[in-house]
Structure formats: structure tokens, C-alpha cells
């Protein structure tokens, strides 16, 4: 099912995203990522939720976690990223609903995968969660986009704020 998802983002990306001038939008990518392996990194062992392998071809790969996010990584976020920032409306009112229906599309694709088995939520974190975390990613991306130092030092109150509000132990970091 992971790798059906991953190849569902890759021609969604063929048609809809624009990669001539992806080089503009790498830094945000690379930012995206980064966040990425910054929570994988610091909550190893204890993480908030989980990806699985699901079906047949998921298991001819040996899928796991890791790998599903790395294949995210990979795959999903350029996808995002080519499209999300690429097609940004120019107005301000339109952007604010861009933002919204992106954080609804990653709503609804993270609604399949948890309904399906391939996401499963753990020390707290829950679909509500994850529709608030949709709206501050997309929205950080967009800011990043425009002003990176600013999304830079952003991220340090979220991450702290997170960090308190799951009551996350400093013994978890190694």
C-alpha cells in the first residue's frame, strides 16, 4: 500500500508538478526534510507515530518505518513541494485557503493511511493532532518560502512547545 501511495504522488507530481524552476523551491525542501529527520532523530524511541507496511508488494520490499520515511522523503515531499509552492495564489486571502487545502489533503491522505493500517498514532498524538500539525507545516513552508531565518526561529517554540505539551522525557535522547 506504501509503495502504491508512493507511485499515486509520483504521477501526481508528473502532471501537476512544476519543476522547471525547482531550484527556487530546493531550500524549502530541504527544510521540510530536515524537520523530518529532526523528529525521527531526537524521538526514536519515542515516537509519536508510526508507519507500517500493508500488503503484499509493501512486504516484497521489506518495508518498515524507516524506509516508508525516507520514501516519503524522497518521493512525497518534492511532490509537495513542486506543486505547493510552485502554484502558490499571489493574493493573501488565496493563500490562506491554499494553505488549508493542502493541510486537508495531507489530512485526508493521513486519514487512509491510519484507517488502512499503514499510520498508527501513539503516546498522545491523534488525528486531531495531526490536522493542527498539517496547518503549522504548511503554513511554516509557505513562510520559509518567503522568509527562512524567520521559519528557522519558529521552529524553536513549536519543537519546545510540542516537547512539553507530550511531556516527552530528555531521557529519550541519546
Known amino acids: 500500500m506504501n509503495i502504491l501511495l508512493f507511485i499515486v504522488y509520483g ?42 507496511p500493508v500488503g503484499l508488494i509493501d512486504k516484497w520490499f521489506h518495508l518498515n518505518h524507516t524506509l516508508i520515511v525516507l520514501g516519503k522523503m524522497m518521493i512525497q515531499y518534492p511532490v509537495t513541494i513542486a506543486i505547493f509552492l510552485a502554484q502558490m495564489p499571489s493574493d493573501n486571502t488565496n493563500k490562506l485557503l491554499w494553505v488549508g487545502l493542502w493541510s486537508g489533503i495531507y489530512a485526508v491522505f493521513e486519514g487512509v493511511a ?42 524553536i517554540p513549536i519543537i519546545l512547545g510540542l516537547w512539553w505539551i507530550f511531556d516527552v522525557p530528555f531521557s529519550v535522547l541519546k
Open 11 to 52: 504521477l501526481i507530481g508528473l502532471k501537476f508538478g512544476k519543476w522547471k524552476n525547482f531550484n527556487v523551491f530546493y531550500p524549502t525542501l530541504l527544510f521540510f526534510i530536515i524537520g523530518d529527520l529532526l523528529y525521527q532523530f531526537l524521538l526514536f524511541e519515542h515516537t509519536m507515530w508510526m508507519f507500517h
Open 114 to 155: 491510519q484507517l488502512s493500517g499503514i499510520l498508527t498514532y501513539h503516546r498522545g498524538w491523534h488525528y486531531g493532532w495531526d490536522l493542527i500539525f498539517n496547518v503549522i507545516i504548511f503554513s511554516m513552508l509557505l513562510l520559509h518560502h518567503k522568509k527562512p531565518l524567520i521559519a528557522w526561529f519558529l521552529c
